[in-house]
Protein backbone atom coordinates (compact mmCIF):
# COMPACT_ATOMS: atom_id res chain seq x y z
CA UNK A 1 0.00 0.00 0.00
CA UNK A 2 1.09 3.33 -1.02
CA UNK A 3 0.03 7.00 0.66
CA UNK A 4 -1.19 9.85 -0.44
CA UNK A 5 1.59 12.80 -0.77
CA UNK A 6 -0.92 15.54 0.02
CA UNK A 7 -3.12 14.35 2.73
CA UNK A 8 -1.63 11.33 3.64
CA UNK A 9 -3.96 8.81 3.62
CA UNK A 10 -3.42 4.75 2.54
CA UNK A 11 -4.27 4.16 -1.40
CA UNK A 12 -3.76 1.25 -3.04
CA UNK A 13 -1.01 0.73 -5.58
CA UNK A 14 -1.34 2.05 -8.67
CA UNK A 15 -4.62 4.25 -7.66
CA UNK A 16 -4.52 7.08 -9.80
CA UNK A 17 -6.22 9.40 -7.09
CA UNK A 18 -6.14 9.49 -3.41
CA UNK A 19 -9.79 8.39 -2.42
CA UNK A 20 -9.68 11.18 0.40
CA UNK A 21 -8.22 14.32 -1.35
CA UNK A 22 -8.65 13.32 -4.54
CA UNK A 23 -4.99 14.12 -5.71
CA UNK A 24 -3.99 12.78 -8.83
CA UNK A 25 -1.26 10.16 -8.15
CA UNK A 26 -0.74 9.60 -11.45
CA UNK A 27 1.03 12.30 -12.25
CA UNK A 28 -0.78 13.43 -15.18
CA UNK A 29 -3.09 16.79 -15.65
CA UNK A 30 -4.98 17.96 -12.95
CA UNK A 31 -8.74 19.35 -13.02
CA UNK A 32 -10.22 21.95 -10.66
CA UNK A 33 -13.58 22.38 -9.89
CA UNK A 34 -15.13 25.50 -9.82
CA UNK A 35 -18.03 24.68 -6.99
CA UNK A 36 -20.00 27.61 -7.85
CA UNK A 37 -20.24 26.11 -11.43
CA UNK A 38 -22.88 23.29 -11.41
CA UNK A 39 -22.55 23.07 -15.08
CA UNK A 40 -21.15 19.80 -14.67
CA UNK A 41 -24.02 18.12 -12.38
CA UNK A 42 -26.22 18.26 -15.57
CA UNK A 43 -26.55 16.05 -18.92
CA UNK A 44 -24.88 18.46 -21.80
CA UNK A 45 -28.14 16.74 -23.72
CA UNK A 46 -29.73 18.25 -21.46
CA UNK A 47 -28.36 21.43 -21.21
CA UNK A 48 -28.60 22.51 -24.39
CA UNK A 49 -32.13 21.11 -25.27
CA UNK A 50 -32.89 23.44 -21.84
CA UNK A 51 -31.20 26.33 -21.92
CA UNK A 52 -33.70 28.72 -23.34
CA UNK A 53 -36.22 27.54 -20.60
CA UNK A 54 -33.16 28.06 -18.03
CA UNK A 55 -33.05 31.93 -18.88
CA UNK A 56 -37.07 32.46 -19.10
CA UNK A 57 -37.06 32.33 -15.34
CA UNK A 58 -35.07 34.85 -14.75
CA UNK A 59 -35.86 36.63 -17.88
CA UNK A 60 -39.68 37.09 -16.86
CA UNK A 61 -39.63 36.44 -13.09
CA UNK A 62 -43.29 34.78 -11.90
CA UNK A 63 -44.46 34.31 -15.33
CA UNK A 64 -40.86 32.54 -16.57
CA UNK A 65 -41.43 30.42 -13.25
CA UNK A 66 -44.68 29.30 -14.39
CA UNK A 67 -43.65 28.77 -17.77
CA UNK A 68 -41.10 26.84 -16.89
CA UNK A 69 -42.82 24.51 -14.28
CA UNK A 70 -45.23 23.47 -16.72
CA UNK A 71 -43.16 23.13 -20.05
CA UNK A 72 -39.67 21.88 -18.80
CA UNK A 73 -40.33 20.02 -15.53
CA UNK A 74 -38.66 17.03 -16.29
CA UNK A 75 -35.74 18.57 -16.84
CA UNK A 76 -32.96 18.89 -13.78
CA UNK A 77 -31.33 21.76 -15.43
CA UNK A 78 -34.21 23.71 -15.97
CA UNK A 79 -35.54 22.61 -11.99
CA UNK A 80 -32.09 24.24 -11.11
CA UNK A 81 -32.96 27.49 -12.61
CA UNK A 82 -36.29 27.73 -11.76
CA UNK A 83 -35.15 26.80 -8.05
CA UNK A 84 -32.56 29.50 -8.04
CA UNK A 85 -35.14 32.18 -10.12
CA UNK A 86 -37.76 31.21 -7.27
CA UNK A 87 -35.37 32.09 -4.57
CA UNK A 88 -35.57 35.78 -6.32
CA UNK A 89 -38.95 36.08 -6.69
CA UNK A 90 -39.87 35.13 -2.90
CA UNK A 91 -36.95 37.86 -1.45
CA UNK A 92 -38.48 40.29 -3.76
CA UNK A 93 -42.35 39.14 -1.99
CA UNK A 94 -41.25 38.94 1.41
CA UNK A 95 -39.78 42.82 0.30
CA UNK A 96 -42.74 43.65 -1.16
CA UNK A 97 -44.63 42.40 2.63
CA UNK A 98 -42.57 44.27 4.46
CA UNK A 99 -42.79 47.42 2.43
CA UNK A 100 -46.93 47.35 2.71
CA UNK A 101 -46.99 46.72 6.64
CA UNK A 102 -44.32 49.59 7.27
CA UNK A 103 -45.60 52.15 4.48
CA UNK A 104 -45.94 54.74 7.16
CA UNK A 105 -42.52 55.10 8.28
CA UNK A 106 -40.24 56.78 5.84
CA UNK A 107 -37.25 54.61 6.69
CA UNK A 108 -38.69 50.95 5.91
CA UNK A 109 -40.23 51.86 2.72
CA UNK A 110 -36.32 53.85 1.59
CA UNK A 111 -34.36 49.81 2.75
CA UNK A 112 -36.85 48.39 1.38
CA UNK A 113 -36.27 50.20 -2.20
CA UNK A 114 -32.58 49.27 -1.89
CA UNK A 115 -33.22 46.08 -1.41
CA UNK A 116 -35.23 45.57 -4.08
CA UNK A 117 -32.76 47.55 -6.64
CA UNK A 118 -29.61 45.17 -4.91
CA UNK A 119 -31.89 41.69 -5.87
CA UNK A 120 -32.77 43.60 -9.02
CA UNK A 121 -28.94 43.71 -9.70
CA UNK A 122 -27.95 40.42 -7.80
CA UNK A 123 -30.70 38.54 -10.79
CA UNK A 124 -29.60 40.23 -13.44
CA UNK A 125 -25.97 39.34 -12.12
CA UNK A 126 -26.73 35.97 -11.99
CA UNK A 127 -27.79 35.78 -15.44
CA UNK A 128 -25.05 37.73 -16.85
CA UNK A 129 -22.91 34.93 -15.12
CA UNK A 130 -24.74 32.00 -16.45
CA UNK A 131 -24.50 33.80 -19.62
CA UNK A 132 -20.54 33.90 -19.18
CA UNK A 133 -20.11 30.45 -18.04
CA UNK A 134 -22.18 28.98 -20.82
CA UNK A 135 -19.38 31.21 -23.22
CA UNK A 136 -16.46 30.11 -20.81
CA UNK A 137 -17.12 26.48 -21.24
CA UNK A 138 -17.96 26.61 -24.92
CA UNK A 139 -14.58 27.81 -25.92
CA UNK A 140 -12.58 25.69 -23.33
CA UNK A 141 -14.36 22.74 -24.44
CA UNK A 142 -13.65 23.66 -28.10
CA UNK A 143 -9.84 24.60 -27.21
CA UNK A 144 -9.64 21.60 -25.66
CA UNK A 145 -11.27 19.74 -28.85
CA UNK A 146 -8.66 21.25 -31.16
CA UNK A 147 -5.48 20.30 -29.06
CA UNK A 148 -7.07 16.87 -29.21
CA UNK A 149 -7.31 16.53 -32.99
CA UNK A 150 -4.05 18.32 -33.03
CA UNK A 151 -2.49 15.98 -31.17
CA UNK A 152 -4.45 12.98 -33.11
CA UNK A 153 -3.76 14.36 -36.24
CA UNK A 154 0.22 14.68 -35.36
CA UNK A 155 -0.18 11.07 -33.97
CA UNK A 156 -1.51 9.86 -37.17
CA UNK A 157 1.26 11.85 -39.25
CA UNK A 158 3.91 9.86 -37.15
CA UNK A 159 2.62 6.90 -37.94
CA UNK A 160 2.39 7.64 -41.61
CA UNK A 161 6.31 8.68 -41.86
CA UNK A 162 6.97 4.73 -40.11
Not at 128 to 147: D, G, I, P, T, V
Request: hydrophobic share 50%; net charge neutral; charged share 15%.
Amino acid sequence: MAFCPKCGAQVEDGAPFCAACGTNLAGGQTFTVDPWDHTAEFDSKDISENKCFALLPYLLGTLGIIIVALVANASPYAKFHLRQAVKFVVVNTILTILCALLFWTILVPIAAGVCFVIVFVLNYLSLFLYLFLRLSLYSRFSAEKLLNLRSSEALSSSHKDR
